[in-house]
């Protein structure tokens, strides 16, 4: 006799926080919907409700704590199963790899301490997308398996059922997409009918049903239709059920699986770059927790200050929210927005206090400064050393008469050291305010301190340097650089030995994409109405509709005004649209200004003379509607593929025959060859999460500008057209690339170059006045951890959630694996330990005395 086929019906309440309502909304809904799933779970004998993340626990704790009593209740007799394991189903694209870690790491230590249970299962049925990378992640959190949704099946290939997925690092988990989707609502015989053939070989399904997205819970109309149904098919056992038991059951019954190695992508790619504010405050604020745990962990190893724990758990709840899938990637309401807004500056407010109390217990019993002198820290917040200008500003007396033209000078312990002098952020006259920029070498988590002192110098007249070929171009030790005085753009960008552009001309013009009105998919218009149907993938661009230019004299002078012009009206503007606003040994900076129609480019092109960087530095004055603002690199080569960073790992996609978006996070290189020679280009960003590539064109998304939550409103649709539709990313926005060129890809460089665009340096002018001087304090930071191979990085520094761990986190970018030796001062014997091909690992060490202990921990920070 045969043995009839298990379904394990899965019911959940898919529940979006935010989305087309602000979270004070998703609070209250998610009180309603656990409310009903524990009456149906307590009303209804073997039904069983799945809920993951951990944020609507803690919401329901805090807010009504009887319904939380009575779900703990629930979970103990194994009527209410917690699921996903993560603190809420966050973006898996534009988020980084160490808030994916954290994503579980808050997830499991609330499951664990309030309910002593952790799933295996992960899911994230709504995300529009899976990075490379994942998969060690997960695995590294304690996730076996892990279900999704999207993209969606009929848009991209996958295997029916579940599937090995695995990642460049080997790391697998055991993933099945979800065909059916999360939802069924009253269609819940319709998914049946028309699934259950779908999923015809699998030896045991699983089906998903239930109420959202806006929570909701299990419908008892719907639970009513669902048990006629399986009244009707006598030939199938159903069982009410979890996502673990489901795995359990499936890989006794097919231990061998197919297997998919990579990204899963693409769904929705107007989602790289939607809402581009949002996705650089978040960048940004990582970066700063990044910066601030790791001086912070240092301060707390050495005994110098406490760790603020509670408040870096208020940062990263923040963090961690705005990460969420209808948040980061764009596709809410401008309350969500602007409510992430204030969460990521909260957060940002929170670590710039840690942040200067933990400088500030390092530097505060520093000598005092000798009169004149104005002492200026900086921080070194990364585990490799770093050779980078450092910008600071400081005040000048303004109570010395004596001081009418002062003349700067900067020391390093004790010896001058060449600087430049800067135009201040503020366009106040004189001197009241002092910008300097040096080239500084930094050790691995050195601390040092410049001294600045002033004398009265004699008067001096500033001429600009005068705007022709020749003083637009440069050369440095990196790289031979032309900038078309009759463009403002970049037309050479040579090898330093070289007489060959690797870019055509016109390079990093701003251009404009006719673009989809859809807060999602993004693609070209044209080409849409020519075939009638949109997907979760719109279609590629040709090529764009309009390009910035050089701005005229006038345009130049109504963007800002100049005083002069005011004073002398009748004369014309002395304004350029394109002039060197800094010049000196340090670097050179190049301004131009590009308009077209509506919007402007302020660009400044950063010459590094010392250490040969080169940075573009764009103010966006935004005012397009329905279009894609992209950067557009012409390619002198040719074209192999393109890599970019994912999730602690890194994505390689060859080139399409029109511009279609990849997703990225802070570098994109693009690998070819110029002849018999290989070659490299690679740009760090601030806040770009995509890019495109065709055989002869490189194009940097920077920002879309559809309606808000707009997803292809249609002319007969009056009511929801008839009104003034706000656009995203209107108005001013500020962003920074750094160009890096050479013979190979190097990803350990392009990551650091990028780490250090992100996380740079941390100064402070600051005076001390220690009760009793204490000249080594600063210095122990220096070298406390470093590991002896370039290529493993340190990419997290903490304390450990529980004890007191300092807990290291160690990324391999070679991709060789190989023993490392890891040196934590103030101990003298070294940690030796094994490292995988694009491991992440992760140590902890604890000082007992004179004795140094380590173990390697999990990425939630548990034994392995």
């Not at 009169?371 to 600071?392: A, D, I, L, W």
């Not at 070659?679 to 920077?702: M, P």
């Not at 694996?817 to 694009?838: L, M, N, Q, S, W």
Request: charge should be positive.
């Amino acid at each position: 006799m045969n043995k009839k086929k298990r379904i394990h019906l899965v019911c959940n309440a898919h529940l979006d926080p935010a989305w087309l309502w602000h979270w004070e909304d998703g609070l209250t809904e998610t009180l309603s919907t656990f409310r009903v799933a524990a009456d149906f779970c307590e009303k209804h004998a073997g039904f069983i409700f799945n809920h993951n993340e951990s944020l609507l626990y803690r919401w329901v704790e805090q807010y009504e704590p009887q319904l939380y009593k009575r779900i703990e209740k629930l979970v103990k007799s194994g009527r209410w199963h917690i699921s996903g394991g993560a603190y809420l189903q966050p973006d898996v694209n534009n988020v980084s790899g160490e808030s994916h870690i954290r994503q579980y790491l808050m997830g499991r230590r609330y499951f664990t301490e309030k309910f002593n249970v952790y799933p295996k299962t992960a899911y994230n049925f709504d995300p529009f997308g899976h990075g490379e990378g994942f998969p060690q992640i997960l695995r590294g959190c304690g996730i076996s398996h892990y279900i999704f949704c999207r993209p969606d099946f009929g848009t991209y290939d996958l295997p029916v059922g579940a599937f090995r997925w695995s990642d460049r690092s080997g790391s697998e988990i055991i993933a099945r997409r979800s065909d059916d989707h999360y939802l069924t609502n009253s269609r819940v015989v319709r998914i049946l009918d028309q699934y259950l053939p779908h999923f015809a070989e699998e030896p045991v399904t699983l089906i998903l049903w239930g109420i959202g997205n806006h929570g909701g819970g299990p419908s008892a109309e719907h639970y009513r239709i669902l048990k006629k149904y399986i009244a009707d098919h006598p030939e199938l056992e159903f069982v009410e059920s979890t996502p673990d038991a489901f795995f359990d059951e499936l890989l006794n019954a097919k231990p061998k699986l197919p297997a998919v190695r990579g990204e899963i992508q693409k769904s929705f790619p107007g989602c790289y770059t939607s809402m581009s504010r949002v996705k650089r405050a978040h960048r940004e604020v990582e970066s700063m927790m990044a910066s601030t745990e790791r001086l912070a962990a240092l301060a707390w190893w050495w005994g110098i200050a406490d760790y603020p724990n509670e408040e870096f758990d208020v940062a990263w709840r923040d963090i961690l929210f705005s990460e969420f899938h209808d948040v980061l990637p764009g596709s809410g309401v401008p309350q969500v927005e602007r409510d992430s807004l204030q969460m990521l500056s909260h957060a940002g407010e929170i670590l710039r206090r840690q942040r200067f109390r933990s400088l500030h217990s390092v530097i505060r019993d520093d000598p005092s400064a000798r009169p004149g002198e104005v002492p200026v820290f900086v921080s070194n917040p990364h585990g490799f050393p770093v050779k980078t200008q450092v910008e600071f500003e400081l005040q000048v007396d303004q109570n010395n008469e004596a001081i009418s033209n002062p003349e700067f000078s900067l020391r390093l312990n004790g010896r001058k050291i060449r600087f430049q002098r800067l135009t201040a952020e503020a366009c106040c006259a004189g001197d009241w305010r002092v910008k300097l920029a040096a080239v500084l070498d930094l050790k691995p988590w050195e601390v040092v301190r410049l001294e600045e002192s002033y004398q009265n110098g004699k008067p001096t007249r500033y001429r600009p340097p005068v705007v022709t070929a020749r003083s637009l171009t440069f050369r440095t030790r990196n790289y031979h650089l032309k900038i078309n005085p009759r463009s403002g753009l970049i037309d050479h960008l040579a090898l330093p030995k070289s007489r060959t552009s690797l870019v055509g001309k016109n390079a990093w013009q701003p251009v404009l994409f006719n673009d989809l009105d859809h807060s999602w998919t993004c693609g070209d218009p044209d080409q849409e109405m020519a075939h009638g149907q949109l997907t979760s993938i719109g279609p590629g661009w040709k090529r764009p509709a309009a390009r910035f230019r050089l701005a005229t004299r006038k345009e130049a002078a109504t963007l800002s005004p100049h005083p002069e012009d005011k004073v002398n009206p009748g004369r014309g503007t002395v304004v350029r649209p394109l002039r060197i606003t800094e010049s000196g040994p340090i670097r050179t900076v190049v301004e131009a200004i590009l308009v077209c129609d509506a919007s402007t480019v302020v660009r400044q092109y950063l010459i590094g003379h010392v250490e040969g960087s080169l940075e573009v530095r764009d103010r966006v004055i935004y005012n397009h509607k329905d279009k894609m603002l992209k950067l557009m690199v012409p390619l002198n080569f040719d074209v192999r593929d393109s890599v970019s960073e994912a999730l602690y790992s890194a994505a390689a996609r060859e080139p399409t025959r029109l511009h279609e978006d990849h997703t990225n996070q802070r570098w994109a290189a693009v690998r070819g060859s110029k002849g018999a020679a290989s070659v490299c280009l690679a740009v760090a960003n601030t806040g770009s999460h995509a890019h495109s590539l065709t055989a002869k064109e490189w194009a940097i998304n920077v920002m879309r500008s559809p309606a808000y939550a707009s997803s292809m409103l249609r002319a007969e649709q009056v009511k929801a057209n008839h009104r003034f539709l706000p656009r995203h990313d209107q108005g001013e926005h500020e962003m920074r690339y750094s160009i890096l060129l050479g013979t190979r890809f190097q990803e350990t460089a392009v990551s650091r170059a990028a780490q250090l665009l992100n996380v740079p340096p941390v100064w402070q002018v600051y005076y001390p006045q220690p009760s009793k001087t204490d000249r080594k304090r600063r210095g122990t930071l220096t070298d406390t951890l470093v590991v002896d191979d370039r290529h493993v990085q340190v990419v997290a520094m903490k304390k450990a959630e529980r004890g007191n761990e300092l807990i290291v986190r160690l990324q391999d970018t070679l991709g060789k694996a190989r023993e490392i030796t890891v040196r934590a001062k103030p101990h003298r014997k070294a940690i030796r330990t094994a490292i995988g091909p694009f491991e992440l690992i992760t140590l902890g060490i604890r000082r007992g005395g004179k004795t140094l202990r380590w173990r390697r921990l999990s990425l939630v920070e548990e034994r392995e």
